[in-house]
């Protein structure tokens, strides 16, 4: 989805970038580098270093951005629903990521300085 050269851009930056894959997964580029399961949306827990993977203490995980899986709520400007979608209380930006031309995922983009 991105180029080397963006995430390395990204990741010099202190930036997190986040977009969804496939059904089930909630990828993060740039600055932090994990993914994290999803299916049919849900909640994913992580730290400024890694994703909650359900074996470590979750306390060490304090922040968290909910994935929405074909939100009938999140729509582009046609009016066509976003599969991927997310809600966070961390300061982000968002961008689309159109696939053959369909809406796939509404992105987020953040700073790994506003993390917990």
């Known amino acids: 989805m991105f180029t080397e050269k963006e995430i390395q851009t990204a990741k010099d930056n202190g930036w997190v970038i986040v977009t969804g894959a496939s059904d089930d997964l909630m990828e993060f580029e740039g600055a932090l580098r994990d993914e994290g399961g999803c ?68 992105g987020i983009v953040f700073s790994v300085n506003d993390l917990q």
């Open 39 to 106: 299916f049919d949306g849900g909640q994913v827990w992580f730290s400024k270093e890694s994703v909650y993977n359900g074996e470590d203490d979750k306390e060490d995980f304090p922040n968290c951005i909910e994935a929405l899986w074909c939100d009938k709520a999140s729509k582009d400007e046609d009016g066509n629903v976003i599969p991927w979608t997310y809600k966070t209380d961390i300061p982000h930006e968002t961008f689309m990521v159109y696939e053959d031309g369909e809406p796939y995922c509404c």
